[in-house]
């Protein structure tokens, strides 16, 4: 059975600060997706990466970046230089990669981490 | 480019009532899946729809159901609400390929 935990549940930090984001998966398969998603107040669920298992490589995206560790199950995110705008609940998601028997890549949700920026 | 569109963005119905949600995907996208989200259960895969057909389905009782249509546009439907069917309910589309585009979400009061 696949899980993914998030435990940080809520983070507040003041404008301008780095903030990392924690994210562990477990699954029994060796194909995976993992995802971050970012849920503002208005409830759609904003795609932000997919990584697959087989690219452990870090990615950086503007103040975005990603650290995927195979060894440790792990797939953090980290926003540098945080503004208010990045107030929002991010969710980390998995997924099979070679999908169900039916080829159904069904999602798996962390529980989320509520982000706060305070100016 | 349109993105996911589900209608209706907001929803009152009284228990013991049936309500159908709708779900347009992304121009080309013959998947699409339906999530809930509630404050205690987080998100919960529903079901997914490929090409008109069921391919996959989450661990929800009978009273959830949908459809997809041969313009793979979706509907889901939910029979006999109870209070803990209120929920936020997310419409995902996708080519296929494991790549979800999420709608703004259908959020359900049951009173």
């Known amino acids: 059975a696949q899980k993914v935990t998030q435990a940080q549940t809520e983070i507040s930090v003041v404008e301008k600060e780095d903030v990392t984001l924690d994210c562990v998966y477990e699954t029994r398969d060796t194909t995976y997706y993992l995802f971050w998603y970012k849920q503002p107040p208005s409830g759609e669920l904003v795609f932000l990466i997919r990584?697959?298992?087989?690219?452990?490589q870090n990615e950086i995206s503007g103040r975005y970046s990603w650290n995927f560790q195979k060894s440790t199950s792990s797939f953090n995110f980290t926003i540098t230089a945080s503004q208010v705008v990045d107030s929002a609940v991010y969710f980390c998601a998995l997924s099979e990669g070679g999908g169900t028997g039916a080829g159904s890549y069904q999602l798996t949700f962390g529980k989320g981490t509520k982000l706060s920026v305070i100016p | 480019k349109a993105g996911v569109t589900q209608t209706p963005r907001y929803l009152i119905k009284t228990r013991g009532q049936q309500v159908t949600l709708s779900c347009s995907p992304i121009?080309?996208?013959?998947?699409v899946s339906w999530y809930q989200q509630t404050p205690g259960q987080g998100l919960q895969f529903l079901f997914e729809?490929?090409?008109?057909?069921?391919?996959n389905k989450g661990n929800f009782p009978g009273r959830f159901s949908g459809r997809q249509f041969s313009n793979s546009r979706s509907e889901m439907n939910v029979s006999t609400l109870e209070l803990g069917d209120s929920a936020l309910y997310l419409c995902a589309s996708s080519r296929g390929d494991g790549g979800y585009t999420f709608g703004s979400g259908t959020r359900l009061t049951v009173v």
């Open positions: 729809y490929f090409s008109e057909t069921q391919r």
């Open positions: 121009s080309g996208h013959r998947s």
């Open positions: 990584r697959n298992s087989f690219d452990e």
